[in-house]
């Protein structure tokens, strides 16, 4: 009898586990957010670690998985769940900030495939490829899409929200570092 508890419990985690890390991810991002915001003066944009969040997501999870995370986390909001900055929900998607959140979605499958496979003897390049990955998915793709829709909601020029955002970057760098280390020492196990 054991025996079958035993696999039944283990067919179950095997079911549950590719929806319970994606959920386990979103709710991370919610608690980024949670945990307060910086805000910039000049800049709708405040400092939270949503970003950091998505860079481990995208490194720590397959892509689908990954996508899967920002998209519960997005769709939460969506259906009015005050899991945005400062509480908001469904506005914050259509506000100038609405962007950045929308651009996590491409930005963590962009990491997701960029992270490559976990290879024996790599280890000494795993975080670079990390780092590079979290970049060009947590900090380009998700400015890109940040930076236009806020100059399409706005008005105000693209290349002048680009130099108030350049403000967030050095941040963003070490937020790609801690998630580049973070993942690379988690994922030797």
Do not use: C, E
């Amino acid at each position: 009898m054991s025996n079958h508890v035993a696999a039944i419990a283990r067919t179950t985690a095997d079911r549950a586990k590719p929806v319970a890390l994606p959920l386990l991810f979103a709710v991370l991002m919610w608690a980024s957010t949670a945990a307060g915001a910086v805000p910039i003066p000049g800049t709708p944009v405040p400092i939270t670690l949503q970003t950091m969040v998505v860079m481990l997501a995208g490194l720590m999870l397959t892509p689908s998985q990954a996508a899967m995370s920002v998209a519960m986390y997005l769709g939460a909001g969506a259906a009015g769940l005050p899991v945005f900055t400062g509480g908001m929900s469904t506005a914050a998607l259509i506000s100038p900030t609405g962007g950045f959140l929308l651009g996590f979605l491409p930005g963590v499958v962009v990491i997701a495939l960029l992270k490559g496979r976990r290879r024996a003897g790599s280890a000494l390049w795993t975080v670079p490829r990390y780092a590079l990955a979290s970049v060009a998915g947590g900090i380009l793709t998700v400015y890109a899409f940040g930076i236009v829709m806020q100059s399409v909601l706005t008005g105000v020029p693209i290349a002048a929200i680009a130099v108030a955002s350049a403000g967030f970057i050095v941040g963003d760098l070490v937020k790609a570092s801690v998630a580049s280390l973070t993942a690379a020492a988690l994922n030797r196990r």
